[in-house]
């Protein structure tokens, strides 16, 4: 291998190294990926995204992972790249020897020196070039997933804001119509503008998020943003599903499928230097307890989730009820239409509210199960 095709595919891999993922079986991923039915390539490239096709359509479609795959394919047979450095080192030192001028050859003998330091360090292979490749893959899978989320979350948010904004609009004419008449303060009449103002820009906010999350979602879908797109919700995970969580076991999975946990093994056995030997016995040694840290605090996260999720179900159940009470006093003729206009807002708003939580559940548990499935911290 060239020296600069060297320095390329050193570039390559430092751009895509950024997680971890699940057990490695390069033979049958390479089947997956080379071996997609027509009918499953047509599934996927249609025109509707469903929740539980993002990985196989994150893998065939998405840019980013295309084109690391195409690097890898196109180097994964150079499996020895310290004989690569040495190969280097050896031609700059032979040109260093050969030449009379003594700028160059010191210029030459810096080069290969630089080429010994980097083959003594040197713990990639294909295997490892592999593994961060598809660690980043099942990155962009999490993200897109969350996105997915999102999207269905922000269009309730919106609705939210919405929402908001009628009701300041009501009170804001309640109020105008006060000051008008004398029953009002200016400071009154001026924060009821100030309300109806604040919503509207919270619309525009809130709109803004919807659509972002739609067009990175189509952009990591390898879709165009211009595209007549479906996107499809999700089933969201159930909370007593949550409550069964047995963490331990889940955690013994999480070090089993731990792929960062994999590479500092698989860059053990590569390195032929006695200072990278250590380095990478010490990320071994310390990639368990990485491991537990990280399962431990998406679990207090997705439980910290179920809390707030309960508490909103209360709160819902709760406002339900005064609800009812209030729309029966309203047909009684007891409370005014003001009281049972804003007790219908609560509601709704409760009801927006339950419905968030409940997407930020789905999300925490994203990034619980994602833990498992290997992309659990191991470390630096």
């Not at 592999?130 to 269905?152: D, G, H, R, S």
């Not at 409370?335 to 009801?351: G, L, P, V």
Request: hydrophobic fraction near 35%; glycine fraction near 2%; aromatic fraction near 10%.
């Amino acid at each position: 291998m060239k020296i600069r095709n060297i320095i390329i595919f050193i570039c390559v891999m430092c751009l895509s190294i950024s997680g971890v993922v699940y057990p490695l079986n390069i033979t049958a991923y390479d089947h997956l990926y080379k071996n997609r039915t027509n009918e499953e390539k047509s599934r996927l490239s249609d025109n509707t995204i469903y929740f539980d096709e993002i990985d196989d359509i994150i893998n065939l479609y998405n840019p980013t992972v295309q084109n690391n795959w195409n690097s890898y394919e196109a180097n994964k047979t150079s499996t020895d790249v310290y004989n690569d450095y040495m190969d280097a080192y050896d031609s700059l030192d032979a040109l260093a020897s050969s030449t009379d001028n003594e700028v160059q050859a010191a210029m030459y003998r810096a080069q290969a020196d630089a080429m010994r330091i980097n083959a003594d360090k040197n713990v990639v292979d294909s295997t490892v070039n592999f593994l961060n490749y598809y660690m980043l893959e099942k990155n962009l899978v999490l993200a897109t997933k969350t996105l997915l989320i999102n999207y269905y979350k922000y269009g309730v948010e919106e609705g939210k804001v919405n929402a908001n904004l009628k009701e300041a609009n009501r009170k804001y004419e309640t109020v105008k119509n006060n000051f008008d008449v004398g029953n009002a303060t200016r400071v009154e009449y001026l924060l009821a503008v100030k309300n109806v103002n604040d919503a509207k820009a919270n619309v525009i906010s809130a709109n803004s998020k919807l659509q972002n999350a739609r067009r990175n979602l189509l952009i990591n879908c390898g879709k165009s943003v211009a595209d007549e797109v479906i996107i499809m919700q999700p089933n969201l995970v159930s909370p007593d599903f949550i409550k069964s969580i047995n963490v331990a076991v889940d955690t013994v999975k999480a070090i089993n499928n731990n792929i960062q946990y994999e590479i500092y093994k698989r860059q053990y056995e590569n390195a032929s230097s006695t200072e990278m030997k250590n380095q990478n016995r010490i990320n071994m040694s310390s990639a368990e307890n990485y491991i537990r840290a990280d399962v431990e605090k998406k679990y207090n996260d997705l439980r910290d989730q179920l809390s707030i999720y309960d508490t909103e179900l209360i709160n819902t159940n709760y406002v339900k009820d005064e609800f009812k009470l209030a729309e029966n006093s309203f047909n009684m003729g007891s409370i005014s239409e003001k009281e049972f206009e804003t007790a219908r807002y609560n509601k709704n708003i409760a009801d927006f509210n339950l419905t968030i939580a409940n997407f930020d559940l789905a999300i925490a548990y994203q990034n619980y199960l994602a833990t498992i499935n290997g992309l659990a911290s191991a470390g630096n």
